[in-house]
């Protein structure tokens, strides 16, 4: 995907896994640019991939099912309220943090 102004994103899509509002969906796009960096790598490490710097990072369906925790805010899109996720606002959960490659070890 890309973005308005011509970077390369990432489109996700977050689901609440448990309590009042399990199911509900957060959409979320991480851009590929130079500010946009800090808030991707946060997000992938948070999600129990491992960044190297100057390696390629392969992003796909290897995301699917891993979890992590999101801190949202509120933001307005075409005059509706819409939940959106904070710059920076990703944290691996204990269960991540004990993933290797995405298998348990």
């Given at each position: 995907t890309v973005s308005s102004k011509g970077d390369t994103m990432i489109k996700m899509v977050f689901e609440i896994s448990s309590g009042d509002h399990e199911g509900l969906r957060?959409?979320?796009y991480l851009v590929l640019n130079e500010?946009?960096?800090?808030?991707?790598?946060?997000?992938?490490?948070?999600?129990g991939l491992e960044w190297v710097k100057g390696?390629?990072?392969?992003?796909?369906?290897?995301?699917?099912?891993?979890e992590c925790e999101i801190d949202l805010k509120i933001d307005e899109y075409q005059g509706k309220d819409k939940n959106a996720v904070k710059?920076?606002?990703y944290h691996a959960m204990e269960s991540t943090k004990i993933m290797k490659g995405g298998i348990p070890f």
């Open positions: 957060i959409w979320n500010k946009g960096m800090f808030n991707a790598r946060r997000c992938i490490e948070a999600l390696q390629p990072l392969e992003i796909g369906t290897n995301l699917v099912g891993r710059f920076g606002g």
